[in-house]
Structure formats: structure tokens, C-alpha cells
């Protein structure tokens, strides 16, 4: 078996390789590859390729470009394997010249199965065009070698070819002096010879032809001159449909033979001359006796001389002459012999002397008979036809090749007439309709176009009438189960016979539709995300469910809200609709208001619901108890896909089908599931900004009334903004400060202190800087003022926070006093070591001061649980305080005592201490959780400075309690306590 040579084309190296090895695997294929349209063209240029592949986007020049260019010099198959399915690609390429086209991305198997028999296909028609070309080539050679004069008319009797033997026998230089002339007319063929002609019969006659009056009638030139006998066989062509196309002449000169026959009255040479310089085999058969005499000519014809043929009788032509044909031929004879036939002739075989068999047509007649009436003598001729016989086989090899491409081609083919009749069709009409073919052609094919498809069809029809192509006309037509297939149809006219390929493309159609539906619902949810993102007014939702609904083609869609009654049951009420044309709005329906799950019957969609679960199918298969409410809105199946918003639950969004039960696409719920996160994602921001919005209301309430002083300068150290505090205490206005160096607000002598140290402490060298302010007036206030480096307003800033410690100075000694005499457990530590406890700690927990201080908490073991400690030291670590901590704490004697644990890093004459408070956790987690709103507010400058400010209020709201509790009323000191109870009270609001 001759191998198949492929040359794949892709300019991926990857999958060039990879279809080189799939198709390797093929033992017919050779596979040849070029990674480039350049490289292709080259090797087309030098090598014989029987089909190639290319892939479509290629970098140097695309699939169609290389088609193109092939096209300009070769007819080989050209198979265009692409990814890229748009339908202007394949229409680009069929009008090219592509022979198949063939999309990726379908499974392994089916893909090189595809690919396999398409190049199969194209080398068939290699192969195929290959032999037609070689036949041509082999008519060519017969029609011009032959010895017969022989022209071709067409059916206007306009010469359009004539061979080199007619040439001669006119005297003609060249064929393109005569070409388009009308050699014969009424003075050399009669008047019956024209109707036969006209008719398409077959017939010979014997004519005589005057050249010089000829060459007058239609002017050309030619050398021959005088009168000529000739005999004319007439052979016209009708194409498949019956129609008469071509004449054949075949003209032998019997010039020659006329005059010789003449002379033979005379001399038996001429004739003897007349029959050689005839270049046909004569035979003169003696039936009686066998004896049989044979010119040069017949011997000539099967390759012998006369001489090596002796002795010749009835039996040479007998042993030269195919078996299968003897009978046949001697059947015709005696057929001839009783007076059937008026005279014989067979198309017979006959052995060449190089073993070929050449093909004769032997032609005769009785030409004498004895006094009984038996044939005595026949006489007859035989004319070599071997290279019209082939020409005829290559026509039918060539008709058998097109009604087998008919027959297996996966287009639907048919041959049709302008009055609505099929009058051939291939099998592919029944695989993809359904209907026999005599089901079809029985009934004018009008009757199977669907309805709205009828009058485009019969415009189509009037074109084709009008010889106009139809291209790319699609139309349905019925299926024999009813249904309706989309065709696709290229028609050609010939008169009034139509010849059209048509194509199924009903998936094509579906899968268009299906990718607009698509389209249209991710356009939708575009259009919600962005009118979301700029929006959230119920006009902006009312517009984004309209939008979607409109693009999942549905009848309803709507949102409910989900809530909580004031004893905690779950509630959902419909708070958006959109409605299609002639669907009843439900937004006003007082029984979708504040709906109870349970009560409502649907107590399994609030469980599927909430936890995530999506609800979607025809109401007929629902629960009796659900589907009551349903019907009576007409919905006939819907989807329902709950919103979250950080796992919190918002509600759900809901599609209704009110006309037509409806199957739910992944598609769809899908665009459920984008427009529920959509809005969840709305709805959550919503919320956030509502807390934001709450959030800088405190901020701001917070900054402005806080008493420290708090600054923010840009990263160069000039003032951005200030709080209240600032502008109240140093009797600045804001315009004065805005824009000016922070250091105007430090005594002018210390103010390069100041930089230095802010400096220090931006770089995480220094805490605190004691610098204190100056007022507009001049007076100084004692601070310590911490900076931290932040961000405000999106660009870098530094954050100062200056408290003023002229208070705090002096209460330090205060503090001390009111350590030691507190009612809760205080202690102060060093890197876990205690430095000191107060009383209630030793009194509480039953140590003396010696067994404790100098010791850590593990060694005295503090803490029952381990965990407790680790957990309060994490958090100190990380933030720099504990709060509100849950301990059990182990007495000397065992006892277990539960407490609220807070713990501060403070800082007493520049030392970095602990301070640990516990409570008793009856009073103290009442306290708690008051303090736990408070810190709330407070929580926004928490990193700005290491000492918590919360800690200290908090402490200072503990010492407060304690000697409140243990000064008497007229104590002297009772002042110094209301000022400080005053000063805790205004921080603490």
C-alpha cells in the first residue's frame, strides 16, 4: 500500500509533535511537518505532499493566508485545524478553496478520528484528480495521435477543438485559425443529417467537401485545395441529465479509398492501395471454406506483420480474439447471417503481440450468397478503439467516483427543478430528516419548510430561477417525528435544474442562541455590579433585578429581607419585584410580608435556605403544603438563592416562571448565585458604611473632646490638624496652627531639642519626649508627649499625643498611697518577677511580702491554669495590655480564688513596670462590662501611644473607689480626691 504523506502545519512545536505522534500511529500516513506558513511553502515548492493540515492563527501569516498563497500554485487538499470557530473564518476559508475545516477542542478520539478520515478523504482526492488528470492526459494523447480526423462542436456547432489529424486533412497550420468556425453547414451535410444531429442521434454518412470553396465560405486559410470524399460518424454527448452538450466528429478521408475503388473496375491494385493508405484492418471471410484473407492493417493492429500471422484462416481471428467475447461476437454474426441484423458489428478484444489486449471495432456484411441462400462471402473491417475504450473507462471511474462521494458525503446533496421537485438525493437527507426518498420526492419539498420560513424560500427559489446562486440560505425544514432541523443551503441554477449542498445546523443555531442567552445574562450581572458599586438606592436594585430578569427570559424576580420579631422568629418580606408584560405583581401581597417560615409552610426552605442551599424546580414537584401559596401567584416553577453578606443572612433573591414549566440551567442558577453575592456584597458594604460612618462620628467626637493634645503633622513636621484641647489650652485659633512648624508650640530655647528627640522617637530610639508646651501667652505646660507614624488622609502623617502631667506629677505620691490601700489585688512586675504587692494582695491570698516579692508567678504558683498566664502574657506582648481576663488564682492555703485579670505596662521614673489588677468577679465583671464600652470609644488611639490610656483611667477609676471608701468625709485630702474623681469623669466621657 502506497503511504498517505501528510505535512502538518502549526507554528506550536508542542502540538505539532503531538499530532505527529497521534498520526504516526497510523502506518498508511508519512507525516512531514513546518512550524511556519514560510517553511510550508518552500517544502510544497520541492516535494509531492497528498493532503496537508494547518492550523489557523499562526504568527508569520494566518491559515487563510497560506491557503491563499498554496491556491496560487497547487490544488492539494487543504485541511484548516483551528480553535478559532468564527463563523467568518469558515466562510473566509470555504471561499478560498479550503477542502475540510475542522474545529479543536472536542475529546482526543474524536478529534483525530475527525482528522484521520478527512485526510483520507483528501487523499482519495488527490489520488482521484491525480487519475483524472492522468486520463485527460491519455484523451489528449488519443485526440491528438490519432489517425482519425476528429473535431468537437459544441451544441451551437461551434468547433471548439479539433486534433492534429483534422488539422492536416484540411490543411489547417493551427487549430486556433479555425476555432469558434462552423466548418459544416447545409451545403456539405443534408438536411436529414442536421435533424439526426439535432436530435442526438447517432449516424455515419459520407459527405464530399470542396476546400477552395470552404476556405471561401468561412474565410481561413489552409493549403489544401480540390475535393476530398470523406465519411462523417456522428457522435453527440449528452450530459447526465440528458442534455445534448457536445457533437464528436470522426471524418476519415475516403478520398483516397473513392478513387481507388473507381479504379478498381480498372485495376485491383488501386484498391489494394485505397484499403493500405485507409488505416483500417480489412477482412475478407470465405464462411463456407474458413479461408479468410487479412490486410496489413488488421495484423498492425494487434502488433504483427502479415507474414508472421500465416496460415491465416477464420481460426487466426478466432485465437487472437478474447474468449469472453467469441460467443457474442458469433451470435451477432448468425443474427446477421438469418437477416436480423441488415450488418454485423462488435466491440471486441483482442490479444496484442505484447500481451495487452487492445479493443477493435469489427464491423461487416454478407457481400455474396450461394445459390441456396447460405452467405457464401462477408466482407468487413476492424478499427482500433483501444483509446476510446479507455477514455470511456476513465469516464466511468470517474462518474462511479462521484455517485460514491454522493452517496457517503455527510452534506445532504440533491438535484432539484424550479416546479418544487427533489429529483435526486443522497442518504444524508434521511439521516438527518428522517424521510425516504421516495417520501420526499413524492411531495414538492415547499410542503416540509416550515411556515415563517416559506416566502424567504420562494424568493430563493425566484433567484435561482433567474440563474442567480444562492449562498448561505438557511431554512427549517419538518423532521418525519415533527420536529423542525435548521438547514443551510448553496444552490447553482442550470436552467431549471437546481443543484445545491446543503448542511445541518440546528446544534450550530442552538449553541448561537444558547452563547446570546449567555451573553445577555453576564451583561445583566455586569450592569448589576457596576450600578451596585456606584449605588444602593431601592431604585438602583429595583433597575439591576429588572435587568436580570429580562436576561434569564423569566416572568418574576424579586428580593425579600430577612429580619427577627421582636421575640427572636425568623421573618422574610418581599421589599423588590420586577415583573414581565402580563404577570400580576405580587409587591403589594399582604401574605408575603413579615412571613414566618414555619407558619407559611415552608419551614424546609428556611432551613435549606439559611445554611446556603439553593431551592429551584417545577411546582408540581414540591411539597401539597408549599405548593398552595405558589399556585395561587401562578408560578409554575422558580429559584430561589439565599444572600450572605460575610455569613451573615440577608434574604434571598428568587426567579419566577409564571407561563411555561421551566428546567433551570446551570447557567441560570448560576446567575442566581453571581446576583445573590452581588447584593450581599451591596448589602455588606452598606452596612460597613454605616458603621464607618458611625465609627468617624465617635472618632471624631472622640478627638475633639478628649483632653490631651493631640497633633498631626505631615511627615516634615508641619501641623495638619489639631483637637479642641490644643486650641482651648494654648489659646491658639486653627488657622494660626495649620501649616506651621510643630515646634512653635515648644519654648523657642528648647525647641532643637525637641526636633532632635521627635526624631529619635519616629526612628524607635526614644518613648517620650518631656518637652513641655508653651502657650500663645507664654506659659509652659509640663507634658510627655509620644509620636507614632501613621497614615491620614491616605498620605504618611505623624501622630503626637501630648498629656499633660502636671496632675499626675503631683498624684504619683497620691498613686502610692492608694496602691497599697486598694481593695483589689495590685502588683507590680519586672519581666514576670514581682517588685511589689499591695495589702488586699497579701491579706487575699494569704502570703507574707517577703515569700512573694523577688518571685515570679510560677514559682509561687499563681495561676491554676498555666493557660491563663500564657494567655495574659500573649496579649501584653502584642498589645501592650490584657483586659478582662477570667483567672483562678491559688491561695498559699489552696483556696481557689476567681477574678477579673487587667494588665497595664506603665512607666514609673522611666522604668517599664506591670501593673496587674484583679477583682473579685461578682462586683468586678459588672464593672467590666461598663468599662468595656467605654474602651470602645477609646480604642481608635490605642496605637498611638504604648501606655494605654484606658489602663490608667481604668487603675485611676479603681484607686478612686478604694479611698473614697476609706477616707472619711472630713478628711484633708478629701479635696485632692474630688479632684481627682473630676478628672477621671471627664476622661471617662
Known amino acids: 500500500m502506497v503511504p498517505i504523506t501528510v505535512l502538518l502545519v502549526d507554528d506550536e512545536p508542542a502540538f505539532l509533535e503531538a499530532m505527529r505522534e497521534s498520526l504516526s500511529q497510523n502506518q498508511e500516513f508519512t507525516i512531514d511537518c513546518s512550524l511556519s506558513g514560510e517553511d510550508c511553502l518552500n517544502k510544497l515548492l520541492h516535494t509531492r505532499y497528498d493532503v496537508m493540515v494547518a492550523d489557523y492563527c499562526m504568527p508569520d501569516m494566518d491559515g487563510i493566508e497560506l491557503l491563499k498563497k498554496v491556491r496560487t500554485f497547487s490544488t492539494i487538499p487543504f485541511i484548516l485545524f483551528t480553535g478559532k470557530g468564527n463563523e467568518n473564518v469558515v466562510i473566509d476559508a470555504i471561499n478560498n478553496g479550503v477542502d475540510y475545516y475542522l474545529k479543536k477542542g472536542e475529546d482526543y478520539d474524536t478529534l483525530f478520528a475527525k482528522l484521520t478520515h478527512m485526510i483520507r478523504q483528501g487523499a482519495q482526492k488527490t489520488q482521484t484528480e491525480l487519475m483524472l488528470?492522468?486520463?485527460?492526459?491519455?484523451?489528449?494523447?488519443?485526440?491528438?495521435?490519432?489517425?482519425?480526423?476528429?473535431?468537437?462542436?459544441?451544441?451551437?456547432?461551434?468547433?471548439?477543438?479539433?486534433?492534429?489529424?483534422?488539422?492536416?486533412?484540411?490543411?489547417?497550420?493551427?487549430?486556433?485559425?479555425?476555432?469558434?468556425?462552423?466548418?459544416f453547414d447545409h451545403s456539405h451535410i443534408s438536411e436529414e443529417s442536421i435533424r439526426k444531429m439535432r436530435s442526438g442521434e447517432t449516424f455515419r454518412e459520407n459527405s464530399i467537401v470542396d476546400f477552395d470553396e470552404m476556405k471561401a465560405h468561412h474565410h481561413y486559410h489552409g493549403s489544401c485545395h480540390g475535393t476530398i470524399y470523406i465519411d462523417i460518424s456522428f457522435i453527440p454527448h449528452k450530459n447526465p441529465d440528458g442534455v445534448l452538450t457536445n457533437y464528436y466528429l470522426q471524418i476519415t478521408d475516403l478520398t483516397a479509398q473513392h478513387r481507388a475503388e473507381e479504379d478498381l473496375k480498372k485495376t485491383g491494385e488501386k484498391l489494394t492501395l485505397a484499403i493500405e493508405g485507409s488505416q483500417i484492418g480489412i477482412w475478407d471471410w470465405n464462411v463456407q471454406t474458413g479461408e479468410t484473407t487479412f490486410n496489413e492493417r488488421w495484423a498492425e493492429i494487434i502488433g504483427y506483420t502479415l507474414a508472421e500471422l500465416m496460415p491465416i484462416t477464420i481460426k487466426t481471428w478466432e485465437k487472437y480474439t478474447h474468449p469472453d467475447d467469441l460467443s457474442a461476437s458469433y451470435d451477432l454474426i448468425q443474427r446477421h447471417f438469418s437477416g436480423e441484423l441488415p450488418y454485423y458489428q462488435y466491440e471486441a478484444r483482442m490479444r496484442h503481440k505484447n500481451g495487452s489486449w487492445v479493443w477493435i471495432h469489427d464491423r461487416g456484411r454478407v457481400t455474396e450468397w450461394d445459390n441456396a441462400g447460405r452467405p457464401a462471402r462477408m466482407v468487413g473491417t476492424h478499427v482500433d478503439i483501444t483509446e476510446r475504450k479507455k477514455a470511456e473507462e476513465a469516464l466511468r471511474q470517474k462518474t462511479e467516483q462521484i455517485e460514491q462521494f454522493f452517496s457517503v458525503t455527510l452534506d445532504m446533496l440533491c438535484i432539484a427543478n424550479t416546479d418544487g421537485y427533489f429529483t435526486l438525493l443522497n442518504p444524508a437527507w434521511y439521516r438527518v430528516l428522517g424521510w425516504s426518498d421516495e417520501e420526499l420526492m413524492g411531495r414538492k419539498f415547499l410542503d416540509f419548510i416550515h411556515p415563517d420560513d416559506l416566502n424567504p424560500t420562494l424568493a430563493a427559489i425566484s433567484n435561482l430561477a433567474d440563474q442567480k446562486e444562492v449562498i448561505n440560505f438557511v431554512n427549517r425544514y419538518r423532521c418525519k417525528d415533527g420536529t423542525y432541523r435548521w438547514i443551510e443551503w448553496r444552490s447553482a441554477p442550470v436552467k431549471n435544474v437546481i443543484y445545491a449542498a446543503a448542511r445541518d445546523i440546528t446544534e450550530q443555531r442552538l449553541n448561537e442562541e444558547r452563547l446570546i442567552h449567555k451573553k445577555n445574562i453576564l451583561d445583566a450581572i455586569?450592569?448589576?455590579?457596576?450600578?451596585?458599586?456606584?449605588?444602593?438606592?431601592?431604585?438602583?436594585?429595583?433597575?439591576?433585578?429588572?435587568?436580570?430578569?429580562?436576561?434569564?427570559?423569566?416572568?418574576?424576580?424579586?428580593?425579600?429581607?430577612?429580619?427577627?420579631?421582636?421575640?427572636?422568629?425568623s421573618l422574610i418580606s418581599q421589599r423588590y419585584e420586577w415583573v414581565s408584560v402580563g404577570i400580576t405583581p405580587q409587591l403589594d401581597n399582604p401574605a408575603l410580608q413579615n412571613l414566618k417560615w414555619q407558619d407559611a409552610g415552608y419551614g424546609r426552605w428556611g432551613s435549606i435556605i439559611m445554611s446556603?442551599?439553593?431551592?429551584?424546580?417545577?411546582?408540581?414537584?414540591?411539597?401539597?403544603?408549599?405548593?398552595?401559596?405558589?399556585?395561587?401567584?401562578?408560578?409554575?416553577?422558580?429559584?430561589?438563592?439565599?444572600i450572605f453578606s460575610h455569613n451573615e443572612f440577608y434574604?434571598?433573591?428568587?426567579?419566577?416562571?409564571?407561563?411555561?414549566?421551566?428546567?433551570?440551567?446551570?447557567?441560570?442558577?448560576?446567575?442566581?448565585?453571581?446576583?445573590?453575592?452581588?447584593?450581599?456584597?451591596?448589602?455588606?458594604?452598606?452596612?460597613?458604611?454605616?458603621?464607618?460612618?458611625?465609627?468617624?462620628?465617635?472618632?471624631?467626637?472622640?478627638?475633639?473632646?478628649?483632653?490631651?493634645?493631640?497633633?498631626?503633622?505631615?511627615?516634615?513636621?508641619t501641623i495638619v490638624t489639631v483637637n479642641k484641647t490644643v486650641l482651648q489650652r494654648l489659646g491658639y485659633k486653627e488657622e494660626e496652627l495649620v501649616g506651621h512648624s510643630i515646634l512653635m508650640v515648644h519654648p523657642v530655647r528648647r525647641r532643637q531639642e525637641a526636633f532632635e528627640i521627635v526624631s529619635e522617637m519616629v526612628a524607635g530610639n526614644r518613648d517620650l519626649c518631656p518637652i513641655p508646651l508653651i502657650t500663645k501667652d507664654g506659659t509652659q505646660i509640663p507634658v510627655e508627649t509620644r509620636v507614632v507614624v501613621g497614615e491620614w488622609d491616605g498620605h504618611e502623617a505623624l501622630f503626637g499625643v501630648s498629656k499633660d502631667i502636671s496632675a499626675i506629677t503631683l498624684s504619683e505620691e497620691k498613686f502610692s498611697k492608694a496602691f497599697h490601700s486598694s481593695g483589689s489585688l495590685m502588683a507590680i512586675s519586672i519581666d514576670t518577677v514581682f517588685m511589689?504587692?499591695?495589702?488586699?494582695?497579701?491579706?487575699?491570698?494569704?502570703?507574707?511580702?517577703?515569700?512573694?516579692?523577688?518571685?515570679?508567678?510560677?514559682?509561687?504558683?499563681?495561676?491554676?491554669?498555666?493557660?491563663?498566664?500564657?494567655?495574659?502574657?500573649?496579649?501584653?506582648?502584642?498589645?501592650?495590655?490584657?483586659?478582662?481576663?477570667?483567672?483562678?488564682?491559688?491561695?498559699?492555703?489552696?483556696?481557689?480564688?476567681?477574678?477579673?485579670?487587667?494588665?497595664?505596662?506603665?512607666?514609673?521614673?522611666?522604668?517599664?513596670?506591670?501593673?496587674?489588677?484583679?477583682?473579685?468577679?461578682?462586683?468586678?465583671?459588672?464593672?467590666?462590662?461598663?468599662?468595656?464600652?467605654?474602651?470602645?470609644?477609646?480604642?481608635?488611639?490605642?496605637?498611638?501611644?504604648?501606655?494605654?490610656?484606658?489602663?490608667?483611667?481604668?487603675?485611676?477609676?479603681?484607686?478612686?473607689?478604694?479611698?473614697?471608701?476609706?477616707?472619711?468625709?472630713?478628711?484633708?485630702?478629701?479635696?485632692?480626691?474630688?479632684?481627682?474623681?473630676?478628672?477621671?469623669?471627664?476622661?471617662?466621657?
Open 526 to 569: 455586569s450592569f448589576a455590579a457596576t450600578t451596585l458599586m456606584s449605588s444602593l438606592t431601592d431604585d438602583a436594585i429595583s433597575r439591576v433585578i429588572a435587568r436580570i430578569g429580562k436576561a434569564v427570559e423569566v416572568s418574576r424576580t424579586y428580593i425579600f429581607i430577612h429580619s427577627y420579631s421582636d421575640q427572636g422568629t
Open 133 to 183: 488528470r492522468e486520463n485527460e492526459l491519455k484523451f489528449r494523447e488519443l485526440f491528438e495521435n490519432s489517425s482519425i480526423a476528429t473535431l468537437i462542436y459544441d451544441n451551437e456547432k461551434k468547433l471548439v477543438d479539433i486534433n492534429t489529424a483534422a488539422c492536416s486533412l484540411f490543411g489547417i497550420s493551427s487549430a486556433s485559425n479555425v476555432l469558434g468556425l462552423s466548418l
Open 836 to 989: 511589689d504587692v499591695n495589702n488586699t494582695f497579701l491579706e487575699t491570698l494569704g502570703y507574707k511580702r517577703e515569700e512573694v516579692i523577688g518571685k515570679n508567678q510560677s514559682e509561687i504558683g499563681l495561676f491554676v491554669d498555666d493557660h491563663d498566664r500564657d494567655r495574659v502574657m500573649k496579649d501584653i506582648q502584642m498589645k501592650g495590655n490584657s483586659r478582662n481576663n477570667k483567672v483562678l488564682i491559688r491561695a498559699k492555703d489552696g483556696r481557689v480564688v476567681t477574678g477579673i485579670l487587667n494588665a497595664d505596662i506603665i512607666t514609673l521614673q522611666d522604668k517599664t513596670l506591670l501593673l496587674t489588677v484583679m477583682n473579685d468577679v461578682t462586683e468586678m465583671i459588672r464593672l467590666s462590662d461598663a468599662l468595656l464600652q467605654a474602651n470602645k470609644k477609646l480604642n481608635l488611639l490605642s496605637s498611638i501611644t504604648r501606655h494605654d490610656l484606658l489602663n490608667q483611667v481604668q487603675a485611676l477609676f479603681f484607686i478612686e473607689d478604694f479611698l473614697s471608701q476609706k477616707i472619711h468625709d472630713d478628711a484633708s485630702v478629701r479635696d485632692e480626691l474630688l479632684m481627682l474623681n473630676k478628672t477621671v469623669a471627664t476622661i471617662h466621657s
Open 651 to 717: 434574604g434571598f433573591i428568587g426567579f419566577d416562571h409564571c407561563v411555561n414549566d421551566h428546567g433551570w440551567t446551570d447557567v441560570e442558577i448560576e446567575t442566581l448565585e453571581a446576583a445573590a453575592g452581588l447584593l450581599g456584597a451591596a448589602f455588606g458594604r452598606r452596612k460597613a458604611e454605616e458603621e464607618v460612618q458611625i465609627s468617624e462620628n465617635n472618632f471624631s467626637t472622640f478627638f475633639d473632646t478628649i483632653h490631651d493634645f493631640l497633633f498631626v503633622l505631615d511627615k516634615n513636621g
Open 612 to 642: 446556603g442551599g439553593v431551592i429551584s424546580g417545577s411546582v408540581s414537584d414540591f411539597p401539597v403544603d408549599e405548593q398552595i401559596s405558589l399556585i395561587e401567584q401562578d408560578i409554575k416553577s422558580l429559584a430561589i438563592v439565599p
